[in-house]
């Protein structure tokens, strides 16, 4: 089974500063690598597919990249509603659709 | 408008069933698989598995063969998905969610959630 492991576990960021989340696989996954944002008592949202795809309503401050078995979210200028965990999620290999542990992105 | 949307909250007792419906709206159901997603308290996402609204070809996560049912009418655009001999560890917040698929095994990314249905296993 892949495992996907992102680091750090917590990322402490002031607003109007950048953030940047890493996802890595345990074996390739080519570019099948989504982000997912949730929010407390909120089901999660699609924010990244393809690892570098913006799903359709996400602001252009959240960019995606990687491919193979590093991947990055990079949210540019942290807004106070960013503020949430982060998840990714591989698409590539069986089983299907694993996610990493996730990273709450916090107010410092 | 576009949106899946869950029974309620359910109360179990361990080795009891349930079952949690998912109602599609908003779009041709039987153009997209769902997967259903599960989420312990505090915890992160748990895939369970996948059923083609198309065909009702299934996908399960392999620790839960054998204790999972999913299902779908499409004359009512609904999916459901059963989870018998329910344990302590069952207790989670349970998603459906709409899958681009690219391929089809069930492997794809979700861009549509419903808002969750807590099921709570407690004696």
């Known amino acids: 089974e892949i495992v996907m492991t992102q680091s750090p576990a917590t990322l402490s960021v002031s607003p109007g500063e950048r953030a940047t989340l890493s996802c890595r696989a345990s074996q390739s996954v080519s570019s099948n690598l989504a982000w997912y944002q949730q929010k407390p008592g909120q089901a999660p949202r699609l924010l990244i597919y393809g690892a570098s795809t913006r799903a359709t309503g996400i602001p252009a401050r959240f960019s995606g990249s990687g491919s193979g078995t590093e991947f990055t979210l990079t949210i540019s200028s942290l807004q106070s509603e960013d503020f949430a965990v982060y998840y990714c999620q591989q698409y590539n290999n069986w089983p299907p659709n694993t996610f990493g542990q996730g990273t709450r992105l916090e107010i410092k | 408008q576009v949106q899946l949307v869950q029974s309620g909250a359910e109360v179990k007792k361990p080795g009891a069933s349930v079952k949690v419906s998912c109602k599609a709206s908003?779009?041709?159901?039987?153009?997209?698989?769902i997967s259903w997603v599960r989420q312990a308290p505090g915890q992160g996402l748990e895939w369970m598995g996948w059923?083609?609204?198309?065909?009702?070809?299934?996908n399960y996560a392999q620790k839960l063969q054998g204790r999972v049912t999913m299902t779908t009418d499409t004359s009512t655009s609904t999916a459901y998905m059963e989870l018998r001999s329910l344990r302590s560890d069952d207790t989670a917040v349970y998603y459906c969610a709409r899958e681009v698929g690219i391929a089809a095994a069930g492997l794809g990314y979700f861009d549509l959630w419903g808002r969750g249905t807590l099921v709570t296993v407690s004696s």
């Open positions: 908003g779009y041709t159901f039987t153009s997209y698989g």
């Open positions: 059923i083609s609204a198309y065909n009702g070809n299934t």
